[in-house]
């Protein structure tokens, strides 16, 4: 069982910027394919961006490519989502997942962390 913890996460104005962290508890985490995903109030649960083990293979949704970028320490059981010029659209709970090994940019990952949220007002 993979416990994720997310943080990072809190109030920013348009065009700032915030970075999220995912620590996982398993020491097995460079098998783990990484993932964020986000979920607006009233909104499904939607992909935002995936690692792959190594972190040579990096994936984006179209709607944060060029703003966001996802990084992994294996060293330190941490993913990151560097998120800039951030946009009211980009208001959601953030949730960290992981999957052994496959990364895939739909929701078909095994563990996910509690969320935080991500507010960007004006």
């Known amino acids: 069982q993979v416990q994720l913890v997310e943080s990072g996460g809190g109030m920013v104005q348009i065009g700032g910027s915030l970075r999220l962290s995912c620590a996982a508890s398993?020491?097995?985490?460079?098998?783990?394919?990484m993932a964020w995903f986000r979920q607006a109030s009233g909104k499904e649960r939607e992909f935002v961006s995936a690692?792959?083990?190594?972190?040579?293979?990096?994936y984006y949704a179209d709607s944060v490519k060029g703003r966001f970028t996802i990084s992994r320490v294996n060293a330190k059981n941490t993913v990151y989502l560097q998120m800039n010029s951030l946009k009211p659209e980009d208001t959601a709970v953030y949730y960290c997942?992981?999957?052994?090994?496959?990364?895939?940019?739909?929701?078909?990952?095994?563990?996910w962390g509690q969320g935080t949220q991500v507010t960007v007002s004006s």
């Open positions: 690692i792959s083990l190594n972190g040579r293979s990096t």
């Open positions: 398993d020491r097995t985490f460079s098998t783990y394919a």
């Open positions: 997942a992981a999957r052994p090994f496959t990364v895939t940019t739909n929701r078909n990952y095994d563990y």
